[in-house]
């Protein structure tokens, strides 16, 4: 369910919270299915009236603090005073001491908002399969000429390899290609993970996990037998049955991950000429695309022209000589440039000139970018921000409110704000993760321990709540060295 067909559902459940028997026979008894609140024989009046007290205890977690600002309580007293008190609209405005106009835009956020607590910590059942989402964004920046090559490579040698240095847009680019594409093609999006998913076992399991879900099981049965241990040899043999004329485009994330395991290049060298209907596109650092086949796509810095752009979206307009010389500061990296974009929509002429001097290398240019932005920020921004930064994947506005502590109109509002300076990006899907891994560690490594341990201990109770048990161990297992003194890489086991 995306996030506008979820919020067009969440909308009309919510006009029917007063018409019971109506609601029953919408989409929300899925949802009650999903979150282990409806059992197939409770029908009737029993449906109704959990699907009532679904949508009412959903709003319920929106109540705000009592010292929380006005704009914080809004999204709460806008759904209580037109949905479950059932007030007319211009009734509800008079109420709530504000236009009919502005009522309805604080409807379509706290509509929103509800949208993201009622249906993004949704499980699917027990047992069902659930593909880590392709990681679209909203602000992504076309580029046509590169987007085009990767097409080419695709209907001439079905397998591309791209690369290019951190920040450079590799995964939007390719994420912006797989949406387009998924309309006709099945796609399958695997991100390696040092220590837990960087191996041809873990890969090959994904693989037949998701052909199962497609009504192919012979792989996933023979996994199941054979667990824990998975021979690579017979297993990709199964796998390449359970392939075989089954349209897919298969997208390796963060590939220089796994390049250590020689059987995931032979695998893929195996597969790729004996499948007419598989694509595959893999994304790493390093230029040499693995095995012997497919073709190789680098992923060139930003243009001049480019850049202005970026620049210009962040509200900078320099001359030319002014965006030369960000261009040749940042590299032409995106990520860099939009990061530059916001520290000199503040800077004076002055500090541009000493920041431009002082930092050479992507590293330092980064960091002082990130660390410019931060300065800026007031406590409770930075305190939703430090929590944020404990999850190593996607996650939603409910979970981070949890694991801030905080209400979640507070984390919107800084969540919105981080967007706009570029810290973060918004999904399509509407869930919200850092612009970049090197972004995250960032603030990570800025952690005292204490936090680190206390924010990952949180992380590790939300993931348990809602059945997440990889990301609940990992947070367990992150806060236990923490408080130990031993805290393993950002983001790693």
């Not at 951190?166 to 290609?177: F, Q």
């Not at 931060?374 to 999850?391: G, K, Y």
Request: hydrophobic share 40%; glycine share 8%.
């Amino acid at each position: 369910m995306d996030s506008t067909g979820g919020e067009d559902d969440v909308r009309r459940w919510l006009d029917l919270l007063h018409q019971p028997d109506l609601l029953a026979q919408t989409n929300i008894l899925d949802v009650l299915h999903g979150l282990g609140r409806l059992t197939p024989d409770k029908i009737g009046l029993d449906a109704s009236r959990d699907a009532v007290s679904l949508l009412i205890d959903s709003i319920e977690r929106l109540r705000p603090v009592r010292t929380a600002k006005r704009e914080e309580t809004l999204p709460y007293q806008v759904l209580h005073t037109c949905f479950v008190s059932g007030v007319k609209h211009a009734k509800a405005a008079e109420q709530l001491g504000m236009s009919s106009r502005s009522l309805t835009r604080w409807r379509v956020r706290a509509i929103k908002l509800l949208a993201s607590e009622l249906l993004q910590p949704m499980m699917p059942a027990a047992g069902a399969y659930r593909p880590s989402p392709i990681p679209a964004i909203l602000d992504f920046q076309p580029r046509p000429a590169v987007a085009t090559r990767l097409r080419q490579g695709l209907a001439t040698d079905h397998y591309v390899h791209v690369h290019g240095p951190k920040g450079i847009g590799k995964t939007c680019l390719v994420a912006e290609l797989a949406v387009e594409l998924q309309a006709a093609t099945p796609v399958l999006w695997y991100r390696f993970r040092t220590g837990l998913s960087d191996s041809a076992g873990t890969l090959l399991f994904e693989i037949a996990e998701y052909m199962r879900s497609r009504g192919r099981n012979q792989a996933a049965a023979a996994f199941a037998r054979s667990a824990p241990v998975i021979d690579v040899g017979p297993a990709s043999r199964l796998v390449l049955r359970d392939l075989s004329e089954a349209p897919l485009l298969l997208v390796l994330d963060d590939y220089h991950l796994g390049e250590s395991d020689p059987a995931i290049s032979g695998f893929l060298d195996d597969a790729v000429p004996r499948l007419p209907d598989l694509r595959v596109i893999t994304i790493g650092r390093h230029s040499n695309p693995p095995g012997g086949v497919g073709v190789s796509c680098a992923i060139p810095p930003m243009s001049r022209v480019e850049t202005e752009r970026l620049l210009v979206l962040a509200g900078v307009r320099g001359d030319p000589v002014m965006i030369d010389s960000i261009r040749r500061w940042t590299a032409g990296i995106p990520q860099l440039i939009k990061l530059a974009g916001t520290w000199l929509s503040t800077a004076n002429p002055s500090e541009v000139t000493k920041g431009l001097k002082a930092f050479t290398e992507r590293e330092e240019v980064q960091n002082f970018l990130v660390g410019s932005i931060a300065e800026l920020m007031d406590t409770s921004d930075r305190a939703v921000l430090d929590a944020a930064s404990v999850f190593r994947a996607h996650f939603n506005d409910s979970a981070l409110a949890y694991v801030a502590d905080s209400s979640i109109g507070a984390v919107g509002d800084t969540s919105a704000r981080l967007v706009r300076t570029h810290v973060a990006a918004r999904s399509r899907a509407g869930d919200v993760a850092f612009f970049h891994t090197s972004i995250r560690e960032y603030f990570y490594k800025r952690l005292d321990p204490a936090q680190r341990a206390r924010l990952h201990r949180r992380a590790e109770d939300w993931y348990q709540r809602h059945g997440n048990l990889n990301e609940a161990r990992y947070h367990e297992r992150t806060a236990a060295r923490t408080g130990r003194g031993s805290v393993p890489p950002f983001g790693k086991e």
